[in-house]
């Protein structure tokens, strides 16, 4: 963990730039604050709402390491608020709970095969419906979901933090890297491989296969005889 937060610092120290942004490594996010402590701007994206994301918030978000939080849903916002150490939050969102409202843009489902199985027929025997959450669901991404308003959005952050940096009394370089502060920070599951979890038995998985794909079959030839 120490040589890998030393080697990102001697990136930092190399290339020197004026905002950082760490993805998915302890490491990573370790250098990011020590860096962040001595005046350089990063962010901490939220993926979700995975505890190693919240662990992360705990060791290194709070404003004293540099740190700006970036959610991608307003859920992920609000189950931060009360773990959040200091400041706010920017929401930036591509959250898929966000994007399908009950009946409205879509059926929401359990993870039950059979549930989904029934929500498919259930489209495939409302054409009225499966049109009205279809163009719910258009409208609602064009309108707050879209790739030019995300970039819009992450644009105004980094250029935000572009000058914060560039209106600092002094800049972070070079950073010391003998001495890395933020390491006793780490939670100890950091330290352990990432397990991966175990699939759903092949049955499920082909169960809930032939499912969707006997109801996308009735959807086709409905819509056929509706142009």
């Known amino acids: 963990m120490k040589e890998d937060v030393q080697e990102t610092l ?24 020590q860096a962040g402590s001595r005046g350089l701007p990063w ?5 979700s709402d995975d505890p190693d994301y919240w662990a992360t918030v705990g060791a ?19 189950e931060l608020t009360p773990r959040t150490i200091g400041g706010t939050a920017s929401v930036i969102p ?5 994007l399908v409202d ?11 095969p059979a549930e989904a199985a029934r929500a498919l027929r259930r489209l495939a025997d409302d054409p009225d419906l499966w049109r009205r959450c279809s163009t719910a669901a258009r409208d609602l991404v064009a309108q707050h979901y879209s790739a030019e308003g995300s970039d819009r959005q992450w644009l105004q952050l980094l250029e935000g933090l572009d000058r914060q940096f560039n209106n600092a009394p002094s800049g972070p370089y070079p950073i010391d890297s003998r001495r890395i502060d933020s390491l006793h920070r780490i939670d100890p599951s950091f330290h ?4 991966q979890p175990v699939p759903p038995s092949i049955p499920l998985r082909q169960t809930l296969r032939t499912a969707i794909a006997r109801a996308k079959h009735r959807i086709k030839r409905l819509l056929s005889r509706h142009p």
């Open 10 to 33: 001697a990136f930092l120290n190399d290339w020197q730039p004026t905002v950082f942004l760490p993805q998915c490594k302890p490491a990573h996010f370790a250098a990011a604050a």
């Open 43 to 47: 962010a901490l994206t939220l993926h």
């Open 60 to 78: 290194f978000g709070g404003p004293s390491h540099g740190c700006s939080l970036v959610c991608v849903s307003r859920h992920i916002r609000d």
């Open 94 to 98: 591509c959250g898929i709970p966000e």
């Open 102 to 112: 009950h009946e409205r843009t879509g059926l929401l489902v359990s993870e039950d």
């Open 192 to 195: 352990k491989d990432y397990v």
